[in-house]
């Protein structure tokens, strides 16, 4: 039922129908009240915190997935590389109101699967908590090696200052263009960042997203079993095979999308974002073979069942950015390191 409402909710988002025009009003309200609570962290009416390193908010408008696990994923993997400490935070989607730190050895019911996701990739200190400040807060005291934070998600937490937004669009662009809840956004599209990001094919620029975006695109790699992660298995040799294709996640169709375009023929099933699985997800499951994502899979190695199921492989994506990306996310950053050191403040 929750799915079904789900899809029902993004069709009607995506123009400018009965739906959303009678959910105009209560949408011009939405955002009179987000504006009005920017302008009250703005004015120093609540309080907002300024941590000791440079902070990197990853985060959409846009509800739902866009890709920005990968993208988190891919920028501490960057930073690591070039020499500096990476921290990541997050909200942990279903995490408990206290603020926990993500090992490898979590359990994605506790922490969230994208946060454990992302503690897994990156080999960085991960924490969670619904107060980011609280998260990273205690993350610096636990590991005072880190030098930048990452928020994974986290636009409208204003409560958490930061040097460096960079919002993430998918190929559904801005949709009808309205906040809430007679469209997809939280915020106007026009709110302020210092990079866009676009998850879409490299000709396709959605309506609502500005022609120099920068672009990222999700490379599949290698196809590995749940049951023994060493085994890997090109795409090419599923074909004529029974599959199965499960995606929990915010936008399915884009892994259904990327499996199709490497000449794969299934059946799909959809689930919720978060989906929890249990020891009989797949028991009346009639299929060779069983595709997943990663962020799927970090919860289904967690139960011995799916584990050891050797129909069930996992579908990793890697974020492909264009070459200058880092560059300049590492000038803004060294630009606001050096502004820190000298005692001034970010907003």
């Known amino acids: 039922m929750r799915a079904k ?89 279903g995490a408990a109101e206290q603020v926990l730190e993500v090992t490898p050895e979590a359990l994605a019911i506790e922490v969230g699967d994208e946060p454990l996701l992302i503690a897994t990739k990156t080999a960085s200190p991960v924490f969670v908590g619904r107060d980011r400040v609280a998260a990273a807060q205690a993350l610096l005291a636990r590991h005072p090696q880190v030098n930048v934070v990452i928020s994974d998600d986290g636009l409208q937490h204003y409560a958490l200052q930061r040097d460096i937004e960079i919002v993430l669009f998918d190929q559904r662009g801005v949709g009808n263009g309205w906040t809430l809840p007679a469209g997809p956004l939280r915020e106007t599209a026009l709110r302020r960042r210092d990079f866009t990001v676009l998850n879409a094919g490299s000709n396709f620029v959605p309506s609502g997203v500005a022609d120099d975006a920068i672009r990222m695109q999700l490379q599949l790699k290698a196809p590995y079993s749940l049951r023994a992660p060493e085994k890997t298995m090109p795409t090419h040799l599923m074909q004529g095979q029974r599959i199965l294709a499960v995606a929990g996640m915010g936008n399915p169709e884009r892994f259904f999308t990327s499996l199709r375009n490497e000449g794969l023929q299934f059946t799909a099933l959809a689930l919720d974002d978060h989906h929890e699985f249990s020891t009989h997800s797949f028991d009346d499951v009639e299929a060779d073979l069983i595709l997943m994502t990663e962020k799927d899979a970090v919860k289904c190695a967690q139960i011995d069942a799916l584990k050891n199921d050797a129909r069930v492989w996992v579908i990793p994506v890697e974020a492909q950015l264009e070459s200058d990306f880092f560059a300049r996310v590492l000038a803004k950053l060294m630009n606001k390191k050096v502004e820190r050191e000298h005692g001034s403040t970010t907003a």
């Open 5 to 93: 409402f789900e899809s029902f909710l993004m069709r009607a988002w995506m123009r400018r129908g009965w739906f959303a025009r009678c959910m105009w009003p209560s949408a011009a309200l939405f955002k009179i009240l987000v504006n009005l609570r920017f302008a009250l962290f703005l004015m120093g009416y609540k309080r907002s915190t300024c941590l000791p390193v440079p902070v990197i908010i990853v985060g959409n408008i846009f509800v739902g997935g866009t890709g920005k696990t990968p993208l988190v994923i891919w920028l501490a993997q960057q930073l690591r590389q070039s020499g500096w400490q990476p921290g990541v935070i997050s909200r942990g989607y």
